[in-house]
């Protein structure tokens, strides 16, 4: 995969939803037609949101109407959870009030889920050359074996910078941690986060602990400064079925399989050929039954817990909340120096509203990408994509608009302007290699699951 080349690092001088009439309601606030509002419109400017960040604003919303693709009433599937077994189903269900009515309310997307869909989108950007930003990465094709990982960036680790990945592997041959890179993010704190913000601003936007450092749980903890669900309404449970027809007709009890002891064979229907376990033949399987090794019919049946919802229709709401991003303080520029006084409140405003134009960023490429969110839970907005500026008055919001271009643009004069202010980000390739000792765990990994019998789900 393409990534950006270095360049030395250098310092430069109401509710998600109203119930009465639904869906004409969102659509009169964020899908009315171009004639309506549309031309009224403006596009989101560096300017404007400087000077929301700065504290015309306490947040950037979007809202926005989906139905499944299949059309309205089609079933979409949710994701499941680990439930006790009396669960009357495997789906986040709650209810909710809206505009005074109840509703069934079913979880779509969670904040953590949509929080990884917004970061591989900014991954998207980056790797076309389109967004320019610091993004670290473990490369992984330095060993021929683990050269199918290729190289995993901040924006694909759990914990993104302070992941365990990259706390075990290597900056310049130095374990990242003890680097001069890695103290300083280990350093890094919400009133001192100039470190993160120059190598790792993602994390600024997104949150983090620094749980696996060597502080551990004292670690510096980032809220999320965005966060965004995507909920069905009005959702009824459904059922599925299921059953395979196996065209070889092989019968249950035609051969009791045994675990093959040469692993390429998978299985054997001969004793002396199998594999044994204190000198006992290892039956394929639990039971050694011809369905063990995907042979045989499976019995029609229904799932009543985890057979998909219909709903009346789905919202996506994500808010990038300026309140969060204006407790984040850099006393320092990005060249270590302190920040004079006198400049140093524009240049915090600057760079927070980089970090905030990287927000804007996420949110315009994601809805960009589509909100296929699973197998059969594929999702269509009923309008385009559309922002409101909130005040902390109570006033009517401000609607903006923004596409991926123009937000490719905004984060390019947001990041320039931090720049001149003695806050810009670090424009070299920050590239890790695996330590030894992860690359040796990885393989004894990899080696335990080819001995290992796979699962049928």
């Given amino acids: ?25 969102i659509a009169a606030l ?28 306490v947040a950037l919303r979007s809202r926005l109407v989906l139905q499944p693709a299949g059309g309205a009433g089609d079933k979409v599937m949710p994701p499941t959870y680990g439930v006790a077994d009396n669960a009357s189903n495997k789906y986040a269900t709650e209810t909710r ?17 949509q929080a990884n869909r917004m970061e591989l989108a900014l991954l998207d950007g980056w790797e076309s050359g389109e967004l320019n930003m610091p993004v670290a990465f473990v490369d992984f094709t330095i060993d021929d074996e683990l050269a199918d990982l290729g190289r995993l960036t901040v924006l ?28 300083a993010i280990t350093d890094a704190r919400p009133n001192a986060a100039t470190s993160l913000y120059n190598y790792s601003p993602t994390a600024l936007l997104f949150g983090m602990w620094d749980s696996t ?64 376990d204190k000198g006992k033949p290892k039956t394929a399987g639990k039971d050694g039954r011809p369905s063990e090794v995907n042979h045989g019919n499976v019995t029609p049946s229904i799932d009543a817990r985890s057979g998909g919802v219909t709903i009346t229709h789905a919202v996506q709401t994500s808010v990038l909340s300026f309140a969060a ?31 905030a134009a990287l927000g804007v960023a996420a949110l315009a490429y994601q809805h960009d990408v589509d909100f296929d969110l699973r197998s059969r839970c594929l999702l269509l907005p009923e309008s385009g994509m559309n922002l409101e500026l909130l005040s902390r008055d109570g006033t009517a919001p401000t609607h903006v608009e923004t596409d991926r271009p123009s937000a490719a643009a905004l984060l390019d004069t947001a990041v ?42």
């Fill in 416 to 457: 320039a302007k931090a720049g001149e202010l003695g806050l810009p980000w670090c424009e070299s390739e920050i590239r890790l290699e695996p330590a030894p000792k992860l690359i040796e765990l990885l393989k004894r990994s990899r080696d335990v699951s080819r001995r290992s019998p796979v699962e049928e789900a």
């Fill in 213 to 276: 450092g060597p502080k551990g749980g004292l670690g510096a903890k980032f809220q999320r400064a965005i966060v965004s669900e995507i909920v069905g309404f009005g959702a009824e449970i459904g059922v599925k079925v299921g059953s395979r027809v196996d065209p070889l007709a092989i019968e249950k009890n035609a051969a009791v399989l045994y675990e093959h002891s040469d692993p390429g064979q998978s299985w054997t229907i001969e004793v002396a050929e199998a594999a044994t």
């Fill in 1 to 25: 995969m393409p990534f950006p080349r270095g360049r030395p690092c250098r310092a430069k001088p109401g509710h998600l939803f109203m119930a009465v009439t639904p869906t004409m309601y």
């Fill in 156 to 183: 694909e680790a759990p914990h993104r910078i302070a992941d365990a990945i990259f706390r075990d592997s290597l900056l310049d041959g130095t374990l990242f941690r003890l680097s001069d890179m890695g103290r």
């Fill in 97 to 113: 009030v809206v505009d005074g009515k109840t509703e069934t309310a079913v979880l779509l997307d969670s904040v953590a889920s």
């Fill in 30 to 57: 964020v899908g009315m037609s171009r004639s309506a509002i549309g031309d009224s419109m403006a596009t989101l400017t560096y300017e404007t949101l400087r000077d929301a960040v700065a504290g015309g604003s």
């Fill in 325 to 355: 991003l204006r407790r984040l303080r850099f006393p320092l520029g990005t060249d270590g120096a302190p920040i004079p006084r006198e400049e140093r409140s524009a240049a915090e405003v600057a760079a927070r509203t980089a970090v």
